[in-house]
C-alpha cells in the first residue's frame, strides 16, 4: 500500500479514467496516494467486463500508478450500514457506502464522478470530478 494517501476513489471516479470519461484527467491527477475499497474495486471489474474490457493486469497497473486497494472491514460494514439512513434520500448504493466509510476510516476525501453525491452530509469531505 502506498504510504502517502490522498483521496478514496469511488467505483464512478476510476472508471471515468479507466473509460476515458469526462472528469477521468482529474482523476488521473489524484492516482498517486488513492485508496480503492475492495467492494468499489469488484464493482469496477464488473463495470469493465460489462463493456467487454480485458481487466487482466489492471490492478497491477493500478498500483503501479501508485492506487491501492484496501479491505472492506467489518468496521467498514457497520459505518456502511449507518450511512444507509442519511444517504438513503440520495440512492446510494452499497459501493457508494462502502467507498464514504473508507473515507471515515482513513480521514480521506472521497473522490467521485456521481453528482447525486454533491449534497452529502456524512462527515467525509466530497470531491466531484464532473
Avoid: Y
Amino acid at each position: 500500500m502506498s504510504a502517502d494517501r490522498g483521496c478514496v476513489l469511488d467505483a464512478s471516479a476510476l472508471l471515468a479514467f479507466l473509460h476515458g470519461e469526462k472528469g477521468g484527467a482529474d482523476v488521473e491527477r489524484c492516482l498517486e496516494g488513492a485508496v480503492l475499497s475492495a467492494v468499489n474495486w469488484s464493482e469496477v471489474l464488473q463495470k469493465s467486463l460489462a463493456r467487454g474490457v480485458e481487466t487482466e493486469g489492471l490492478r497491477e497497473d493500478l498500483e503501479a500508478l501508485g492506487t491501492s486497494i484496501d479491505s472492506f472491514t467489518v468496521e467498514d460494514a457497520e459505518t456502511a450500514a449507518r450511512l444507509w439512513v442519511s444517504t438513503r434520500p440520495f440512492g446510494l448504493s452499497i459501493g457508494d457506502r462502502a467507498c464514504l466509510a473508507l473515507a471515515l476510516r482513513l480521514g480521506l476525501p472521497a473522490l467521485t464522478a456521481d453528482r447525486s453525491w454533491k449534497d452529502l452530509r456524512v462527515g467525509a469531505k466530497i470531491k466531484l470530478v464532473r
